[in-house]
């Protein structure tokens, strides 16, 4: 059964792709909550000092602290844009794309079952299907989450998804080829 390592692989890197929910939920976005609140405390602060400012004449003393709380005004609000940023990243990148990449092997070893294709044919599909997740969302998991720069060098190459859609391909092709038909029934 050529199509197994698919569904097991499938299902194995499904649940550590997906683990990055609870970790998003627990790690990344309390940063977020915080950077907003904090953000929001020093807009505030900025435009009430800012509003008293304009109904009086502002002393140089006045005219110094607004620029400070502006400085910070805009270093908490950059704070915040870069903590979701990083939320953004972790979506977008090896949570959503892993997840994917699961199914998709799950699926081709699900249709590897199915296929009366030569066994060179069937092993070609289902390694360019695992190759490919972990040559795609693998390296970005290990680039975004674990910092690895060797990994986005590797993702940079292009090899992964390319491996992906040489899968699809294939798949596609011996499922036109070699699809086994359903049985004759003598009712």
Not at 84 to 103: C, Q, Y
Not at 138 to 159: E, R, S
Request: without cysteine; charged residues 15%; glycine residues 10%.
């Amino acid at each position: 059964m050529i199509g197994r390592k698919n569904i097991i692989f499938g299902f194995l890197y499904l649940v550590l792709t997906a683990a990055l929910g609870p970790y998003m939920v627990s790690e990344v976005i309390p940063d977020v909550g915080e950077a907003g609140a904090t953000k929001q405390q020093s807009m505030s602060e900025l435009q009430l000092m800012a509003s008293s400012g304009f109904e009086q004449d502002l002393e140089p003393m006045d005219a110094a602290a607004i620029a400070r709380s502006n400085t910070q005004a805009l270093l908490d609000l950059n704070r915040m844009l870069q903590s979701e940023a990083r939320l953004d990243e972790i979506k977008g990148g090896p949570h959503t794309h892993g997840n994917l990449e699961s199914v998709l092997n799950i699926l081709a070893g699900l249709t590897l079952l199915f296929l009366t294709v030569p066994a060179w044919w069937k092993q070609a599909i289902s390694w360019a299907f695992i190759l490919g997740a972990l040559l795609h969302s693998g390296m970005l998991y290990l680039g975004v989450i674990f910092g690895q720069g060797w990994a986005l060098q590797v993702l940079n190459t292009g090899v992964g998804p390319l491996l992906v859609l040489l899968g699809l391909l294939l798949a596609g092709v011996a499922a036109a080829v070699g699809l086994r038909p359903e049985p004759i029934r003598d009712d």
